[in-house]
């Protein structure tokens, strides 16, 4: 028999791009102030699902408050830090972010979904109308994504996001939804025990069962929700 050998020629260094273990919304124009990013835990932003391709991207939905300043930041103010001039894309298809004393805002107040994006050694963030959309077997039993007879209706008189009633028995699937997510299943979370419980980089979560008929309350800002 003869032997096999093989050889490997290095041609250099990879490393992994190194993205921060959390991010969180802080300022006047959200609902956590000033308070040093990550003492207040609702004020987290959420990682994908998905593995390789969705990481690197984070969101959030929560209230802003039209005219107030806002950033999105690392831990304890770490890296990244992001105020208006650290963005270097803002998503031309969401609302405009204004420069509010280096700080970002948007004019309007209301409900919205914040993605900010650092893929690529880029930082491109999007604010847009919150949507949240109901999938699969309490949905009609109906597996396309973005049906907007499954979509939830957004409430920003009491600042939550709520779908009237279940269309029929089964397993309650919920996402967020943002042309940045590159899969329903990406951003998804349920409610479970009375709080908004986010998939974030994990597997399939335990069911949560429905009845026809049940209303679904959800409150991004304290990420609390109810099945009732």
Known sequence: ????????????????????????????????????????????MHKLAGGGPSEGIFWKICHIEG?????????????????????????????AVLNESNNMKVNESGQ???????????????VKPAEVFGIGEAFGGIWDAGVPANKFTVDNATKTIVFPALLSN???????????????????FRVDAGKIDYRNDGGDQAAVNGTAGQKITLKFDDNTGSIQ
């Open 1 to 44: 028999d003869k032997g096999v050998s093989a050889s490997l020629t290095k041609t250099g260094d990879y490393t992994p791009p190194a993205y921060p273990d959390a991010m969180y919304i802080v300022g006047e124009g959200s609902p956590y102030g000033w308070d040093t990013p990550g003492t207040k835990a609702d004020a987290i």
């Open 67 to 95: 005219g107030k300043g806002f950033k999105l930041s690392a831990a304890n103010w770490g890296n990244p830090n992001l105020g208006f001039p650290e963005v270097t894309e803002f998503d031309a298809e969401g609302v």
């Open 112 to 126: 919205y979904i914040v993605v900010v994006n650092l893929r690529d050694n880029k930082t491109k963030v999007s």
């Open 170 to 188: 089964g397993a309650i699937r919920m996402y967020a939804s943002h042309a940045w997510i590159p899969a329903w299943w990406n951003a998804e």
